[in-house]
């Protein structure tokens, strides 16, 4: 048998729903995160206020070096600085559905390279203002979050998007996000591309200060 005719194989062969939402529970049990990271991201907002940004991240814990590098297209001659302390508002853990909280009804099946992904409807068991999870991805290689799709409201915004995660450096971490959101004087649209993600065993004092 070809390898071509086996991927066919695996991918057409899907496990049982319920099996997957053992392993989702299991796997996000069991994450682990990074200590340190460092990684770049671009930001694209249209809207009421304009946004094209490129930006390095330090982060440690709750420690954030947030450092401007580029905007509209041109590099800073001296980069802006900003640093504050909060959790990572883009962590798999912190935005995962969890099975006790969250219904999560099978839909379909999506192929993922030589594998299948796992969609689930999502609908909270309680009320929780802000950001409600709609749907989930599950990757099917290692039973983590592939997608998330959800809206938030609030009183000075709501709207609906997508974050989108993978693989790197042995975590699972943000790739991508969007958001459409009504917002004082009409609508915003932003997208974040995350990259160039890097886990030292530790950062300075200095890099926060």
């Known amino acids: 048998m070809s390898a071509t005719i086996l991927a066919v194989l695996l991918v057409a062969s899907p496990l049982d729903s319920q099996v997957v939402l053992q392993h989702y529970a299991s796997a996000l049990a069991s994450l682990v995160a990074p200590k340190a990271m460092i990684f770049d991201y671009s930001v694209s907002q249209a809207g009421p206020t304009n946004i094209d940004q490129h930006h390095r991240v330090y982060r440690r814990g709750i420690d954030v070096r947030d450092e401007t590098l580029e905007v509209d297209g041109t590099p800073l001659r001296r980069k802006s600085v900003r640093i504050t302390r909060r959790p990572d508002p883009y962590a798999v853990a912190a935005l995962a559905p969890r099975l006790g909280e969250y219904e999560l009804l099978f839909l379909n099946t999506v192929a993922d390279g030589d594998h299948l992904d796992y969609i689930y409807e999502a609908t909270p068991l309680y009320r ?7 749907r989930i991805t ?7 979050p592939r997608r998330i ?6 009183a000075l ?27 004082t004087g009409g609508v915003a649209r932003e ?6 993600y890097r886990f030292p065993p530790a950062l300075p ?3 926060f200060l």
């Open 128 to 134: 929780n203002g802000g950001f409600t999870v709609d």
């Open 138 to 144: 599950i990757d099917g290689q290692h039973f983590l």
């Open 149 to 154: 799709d959800f809206h938030t409201s609030g």
């Open 157 to 183: 915004a709501s709207g609906s998007g997508s974050i989108e995660f993978g693989p790197e450096g042995g975590y699972w971490v943000a790739l991508a996000a969007t958001v459409s959101a009504v917002v």
């Open 191 to 196: 997208r974040i591309l995350f990259s160039e």
């Open 205 to 207: 004092k200095s890099t």
